[in-house]
């Protein structure tokens, strides 16, 4: 039996593959899924996205599930007890920026309704399909990455650089990137 033709950058690692093929580019629009897509991007600055992935769970144990309501509130004692758990990249930058990043998330859900209805006015609510063949053509950044990296900016975020952005708006399905020969991308293209 032949195997499903797949992207590259997931081949080789069971977890991998399996993000790949049953998140990778999906659109999501709750925002607890999208608060946890953001830390995780920006954990994963500067390191490899299967790291990260290797650390889900203990990330999700340490940060109360992604509830970005409770991570707004932590104090400094929670902040030095994330340093001291091994199970989690041990970043000061990154964990402040999680704790700062979830009250600029309250803030937007409050201007804005949710965050989500922030994060996908940049595409007009619709997935962006694009049509790469080779892994070498997907870019690292684009302008439109840029521009809501530079909004985010604006809006208090941290460590939402363009390409951690871009990262994020493909692992939430803003943009498919999927390959055009990869199984996944009609797939999710779909679940527009």
Known sequence: MKSK????????????????DTEWGVPLFEDQALFEFLTLETF?????????LRKREEFRRA???????????F?????????????????????????NNAQMFLKIQKQFGSFSDYL?????GTPLTNTYKRL????????LAETLSKDLKQQG?????????????QATGMVNDHLTDCFRYGEVKLKR
């Open 136 to 143: 070498e053509e997907v870019p690292p950044t684009t302008p």
């Open 157 to 169: 975020f941290k460590f939402v650089g363009p390409t951690v952005i871009y990262a994020y708006m």
């Open 75 to 99: 104090e400094p004692s929670k902040e030095q007890e994330l340093l001291n758990n091994p199970g989690i990249i041990r970043n000061r930058l990154k964990i402040s920026a999680t704790i």
């Open 44 to 52: 994963q600055a500067g390191l490899s996205w299967i790291t990260v």
């Open 5 to 20: 033709s797949k992207c590259d950058w997931c081949k080789g690692d069971a977890l991998y593959e399996n993000y790949h």
């Open 63 to 73: 940060f109360s599930q992604f509830d970005y309501q409770k991570i707004a509130s």
């Open 120 to 124: 996908w006015r940049f595409v007009a």
